[in-house]
């Protein structure tokens, strides 16, 4: 059973930058498909940015341009850099393994502030 262990949320200001990161422990990570999903306080969770063991990424539209998603298969770890953060970036930040019937960690909190 894989573990996903987050790290890296935080306190930002707007226009701020801050990079998560997401290892797996437990499995064959360089074969599943890693994601990053959000959820703020009264929203739906959403997917913001996933990449696929070959490399194939997608971005939610507002965070295109701003977020960039990358994976280091020899480390079993998948990072979220984020610049020009905005306010509407604050949520809750989880790791996904294998989309959403796959496994999650517990969620990391970013909060864009002045």
């Known amino acids: 059973q894989v573990q996903l262990i987050e790290s890296g949320g935080g306190l930002v200001e707007p226009g701020g930058s801050l990079t998560l990161s997401c290892r797996a422990q437990?499995?064959?990570?360089?074969?599943?498909?890693m994601g990053w999903y959000r959820q703020a306080p009264g929203k739906q969770r959403e997917l913001v940015a996933s990449?696929?063991?070959?490399?194939?990424?997608t971005y939610e539209d507002s965070v295109k341009g701003r977020f960039t998603v990358s994976r280091d298969n020899p480390t079993n770890t998948v990072f979220l850099t984020a610049n020009n953060l905005k306010p509407e970036d604050t949520a809750v930040y989880y790791c996904?393994?294998?989309?959403?019937?796959?496994?999650w960690g517990p969620g990391t909190q970013v909060t864009v502030s002045s």
């Open positions: 996904n393994q294998g989309g959403p019937y796959g496994a």
């Open positions: 990449i696929t063991a070959g490399g194939l990424i």
């Open positions: 437990g499995n064959l990570f360089n074969l599943h498909v």
